[in-house]
């Protein structure tokens, strides 16, 4: 058995919610930082993100998530109550205002970091297919790709996650 | 360090919804026809696309997935619409439509092309306990198996991802 | 090309679901009983299982699952019944239920093994900032880091999922 050091991090990102669009992004850009290579895949709702002027539409979906913090401390709002039309919004805006109290980039702050760092940000051709996504709708300086595209990058000394 | 090639994809599927299970089958299928091995664990509600009968039945949740596409472009759904009880199948049927134009496989087709493909099927042994599934329950060709079989199989030279 | 033998077990744990909670903590010890070590990372809800007194109050959400088993076989309850209030506990009360009668150990009962079996606790230094939460929310034995900390764990013959 010999010791391996990952030089690369590669991950799919499948969800298009806020919540879920941060961690692909903080981390491919945390490893470029200690000199790691990245790339990311976005596939299904992952490719949300990618589409122009998308990133900081993105929503926090308060339905179906127990364990997301209440409003109001103490107060737990029941799952009837998320339905209303309304509730996204309020989990949404209460998201965002956390992470700029905690001075957390914005996504699309993140996302230009990315692109800035060579992070290779790979747009899944089926879904484009299947959802009928053109380039054009996509933010520049991506690329498009298949499975195949994925687990190339992700065979070569890499640790692969999946969001 | 040494440089390393992963020769094998080692799936965890953990949902049962039709778009969380497109992505291990299709990953797994295009990993043999790159010439690695492929495992898929299915664990959890993952265990329902391995119900005989059941792979071509599981629906899209319109629920809590803010990213979901609406049916009708520029008209959002809000959420309480999502609720009322024929919006499952509204958000389903979209997909399997999707999917069709697309000529994606259905995912049954998915699901013997890896059985074909000698794709290990591995159905996790704690989840059938717990939820009271039978071996005669699922489908064919599957091997049934725990967190330490999964384990074994993905490290060796894997590329590992949980889906 | 040289064989490689994963010695460690690296997770993110981004969800606090009690469905979520498990395959973290199942897998990890697991691990350790293979004679490997481990490590969670705990980040955006996945925190809620380290809060104090907090692992076996976490719920299952009854929405937005189409594969959620239905309460009563055969008997099909629409999105509609599940925003019921009561909803979220029925779903909860009914896999704790499962886990219960299959001998599965509860999640607190987990998170001490965890703890005894020197698997890595990492909470997520930015969540904790956004989220406003403290060490002393927190339950004892665990360490703070952050994307650097886990991407270094992962980067030395890990093998590496995120949940």
Redesign the interface.
């Known amino acids: 058995?010999?010791?391996?050091?990952?030089?690369r991090?590669?991950i799919?990102a499948?969800?298009?919610?806020l919540?879920a669009a941060?961690?692909p992004l903080?981390?491919a850009t945390?490893?470029v930082?200690?000199d790691?290579e990245a790339a990311i895949f976005f596939?299904?709702?992952g490719l949300?993100i990618l589409k122009k002027g998308n990133a900081d539409k993105?929503?926090?979906?308060?339905?179906?998530?127990?364990?997301?913090?209440q409003p109001l401390p103490g107060f737990s709002v029941?799952?009837?109550v998320?339905?209303?039309?309304g509730?996204?919004a309020v989990a949404?805006g209460m998201m965002n205002s956390?992470?700029g109290?905690?001075k957390?980039a914005k996504l699309s702050e993140l996302l230009e970091m990315a692109v800035e760092f060579d992070v290779r940000l790979i747009a899944c051709q089926?879904t484009m297919?299947?959802?009928?996504i053109k380039k054009e709708d996509l933010i520049d300086g991506i690329e498009i790709g298949?499975?195949?595209t994925?687990?190339?990058y992700?065979?070569?000394?890499?640790?692969?996650?999946?969001?």
Chains 1, 2, 3 share one sequence.
């Open positions: 058995m010999s010791e391996t050091t990952a030089t991090l590669a799919i499948g969800h298009g919610t919540d941060y961690p903080i981390l945390a490893a930082s200690m790691m596939t299904f709702y949300e993105l929503k926090v979906p308060p339905l179906a998530n127990p364990a997301m913090p029941p799952n009837v998320g339905v209303l039309p509730m996204t949404t956390w992470m109290k905690a957390v089926m297919d299947v959802m009928g298949g499975a195949a994925f687990l190339e992700a065979s070569q000394n890499a640790i692969a996650l999946a969001f």
